[in-house]
């Protein structure tokens, strides 16, 4: 079977993914068996980091998107999150098995990557998307049952600090972990995020025009969600921090019923964040 390389390299240095690995074939035996599949394409490009993805036909001839997570804290709670959307505006859920970390998923065709519209298209997209995966917290719909970012925010920090030796600017990665403190705290405002929405994970789709794939679900503050598309706009980020960090806020407007645009400092420093955790991201 393919394993992309990325993949394998993710696995390599923690056993519990190790073991996950020697188990994948069986996992993908028993699945295609159960679920009435036929493989037809491992996907195998840069992507492909934490999962082992397939194309696959059901037996009625529906085209879908077979997917086994690696075990990994950030996305523990993907099955959970789909479930929770239902599609709107993520991919459907077809079947699950949560023990394995395993999803059947709906095919998105012709399934090309907003990453390849022009980047103002993805800022208007992306805050279109954000705004309807947006939550608040009710009575009735579960979301405190998500784990909140802070949970997330502090395993980063401890994997940064035990990385110390690496820093490149000890300083800037400091100020940064102190940023992931400060802003990761609870609040009222806290909302259900993708955490993980950028232009790679919405796809292309014939249900919908566009749809987001590989949601990780926690509770936080909404303008995490709107960093991750800053930080793969690279090149415009470079040139105009300010102004593209003031367009974000100002098209994202609106979001779990917010009527002003989205708190322009704290954007500034989460994007400083990342900055400092990036200087040691090649070693974790």
Not at 174 to 199: M, N, S, Y
Not at 244 to 255: A, D, I, N
Not at 262 to 274: G, N
């Amino acid at each position: 079977m393919i394993l992309p390389e990325q993949l394998i390299a993710n696995c390599r240095n923690v056993p519990e993914r190790q073991k996950w690995l020697l188990r994948l074939p069986a996992m993908l035996e028993e699945l295609t068996s159960r679920w009435s599949l036929r493989i037809d394409a491992p996907f195998d490009h840069a992507n492909v980091t934490c999962s082992w993805v397939a194309a696959v036909l059901r037996a009625d001839g529906t085209p879908a998107v077979l997917k086994l997570g690696m075990p990994h804290m950030e996305g523990a709670d993907e099955i959970h999150g789909l479930r929770f959307w239902n599609g709107d505006p993520t991919v459907q859920l077809l079947e699950a098995d949560d023990e394995r970390g395993a999803m059947l998923l709906e095919r998105c065709l012709p399934g090309y990557m907003l990453r390849s519209e022009p980047e103002e298209k993805q800022d208007l997209l992306v805050a279109a998307l954000l705004k309807r995966l947006w939550r608040r917290s009710t009575s009735l719909n579960g979301i405190h049952a998500f784990r909140h970012l802070s949970e997330l925010l502090n395993l980063w920090r401890q994997e940064t600090l035990a990385q110390a030796q690496h820093w490149l600017d000890a300083g800037l990665v400091r100020e940064g972990l102190q940023t992931f403190q400060t802003l990761g705290k609870p609040a009222p405002t806290d909302t259900l995020l993708a955490t993980d929405l950028h232009a790679g994970n919405v796809l292309r789709s014939q249900r919908e025009p566009w749809l987001v794939i590989d949601p990780k679900p926690f509770v936080g503050d909404p303008p995490y969600d709107v960093v991750q598309h800053l930080h793969n706009c690279e090149a415009r980020l470079h040139a105009d921090p300010r102004g593209m960090v003031k367009r974000l806020g100002e098209t994202c407007r609106g979001g779990c019923g917010a009527t002003a645009t989205l708190d322009l400092c704290p954007r500034r420093r989460r994007s400083q964040t990342r900055v400092g955790q990036s200087a040691m991201d090649g070693y974790r």
